[in-house]
């Protein structure tokens, strides 16, 4: 589904602007994270068969407590009936009770072991090195950042449901995402077509976008067009495409923007902020 947009501004500035609905694909297994398991679960799945009688099928990644990767890795191993082991940044201690994203994970099966940052930094640093345990087929970094989680999200744009936008993917100037790692850009320039400019919008701690801004926002966009954004990174990338608009940076334009999904980081921001983020 790749809807598009219809308000004011937009018209205003002669600017199409088309979501991209990543975020419909699961409630936790959403958007790009979904992209960049893909390859990684195949690979966890068929790799490793050669080991005598069958070991109990297990994956192991990395994240923050409010993690998106965490969340979607739970439920997609859950899925495909894996084991799946999550070290979690930050002391068991603080995330007592469990927080949402980390409730829906150990629903999903998850076995989190909770380590201190400085720890945290260590392992993720140098993650070939963690010896890992012969039923453990399968490590992905975190926010599941390699080559295969690439590869998939290269399918982003692959994805022909485009189709349903009645336009070709050489026919958008310009294709916009959220950067975290910088992973599903990289993917996403893979398939991208020589006529698209692609633009991601850095999302991490100390980027340009002020986040209490970015709340307000999120209220107006759900309103007019009916699309909730998350608030940590697509709500950044659309405001970021506003503003480009607003100075001019886009014009008479045709613009492509992935919906990355994330929708389940909501619950945990309403939870830190003890602000209700959406109405409904
Ligand atoms: C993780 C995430 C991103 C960032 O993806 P990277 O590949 O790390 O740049 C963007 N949007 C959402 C919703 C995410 O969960």
């Not at 099928?57 to 439920?75: D, K, L, R, V």
């Not at 893979?190 to 801004?213: C, H, T, Y």
């Not at 990174?233 to 970021?240: E, F, L, Q």
Request: glycine residues 10%; hydrophobic residues 40%.
């Amino acid at each position: 589904m790749t809807p598009k947009l219809k308000d004011r501004f937009l018209d205003k500035h002669g600017v199409e602007v088309y979501v991209k609905r990543e975020d419909m694909i699961d409630q936790h297994i959403s958007g790009n994270k979904w992209r960049k398991l893909k390859y990684n679960m195949l690979h966890a799945l068929y790799s490793g068969r050669e080991v005598a009688h069958r070991v109990t099928q297990c994956i192991i990644t990395f994240g923050g407590a409010f993690s998106n990767h965490i969340a979607a890795t739970a439920a997609t191993a859950s899925k495909c009936k894996m084991k799946a082991i999550g070290i979690i940044r930050g002391e068991e201690l603080s995330e007592q009770p469990l927080n949402p994203t980390l409730a829906a994970a150990a629903a999903n099966g998850m076995i989190f072991k909770f380590i201190n940052r400085e720890e945290y930094r260590l392992l993720t640093s140098k993650s070939e090195d963690v010896r890992l345990h012969p039923a453990i087929r399968h490590l992905v970094p975190e926010g599941g950042a390699n080559w295969l989680g690439m590869y998939g999200c290269s399918e982003i744009l692959r994805d022909v449901e485009l189709a349903s936008s009645s336009h070709d993917l050489r026919e958008f100037d310009i294709v916009c995402t959220a950067c975290g790692t910088g992973s599903t850009l990289a993917g996403m320039s893979l398939a991208a077509a020589p006529e698209n400019r692609l633009i991601g919008f850095p999302v991490l701690k100390g980027a340009q976008f002020l986040e209490s801004d970015v709340e307000e926002q999120l209220q107006w966009f759900y309103e007019t067009h009916g699309i909730k954004l998350d608030p940590i990174y697509t709500g950044k990338m659309m405001k970021g495409i506003y503003q480009l608009i607003q100075q001019g940076q886009i014009a008479d334009s045709r613009v492509l923007a992935i919906h990355t999904g994330g929708l389940q980081g909501i619950a945990g921001v309403e939870l830190k902020t003890g602000k209700k983020l959406f109405d409904s």
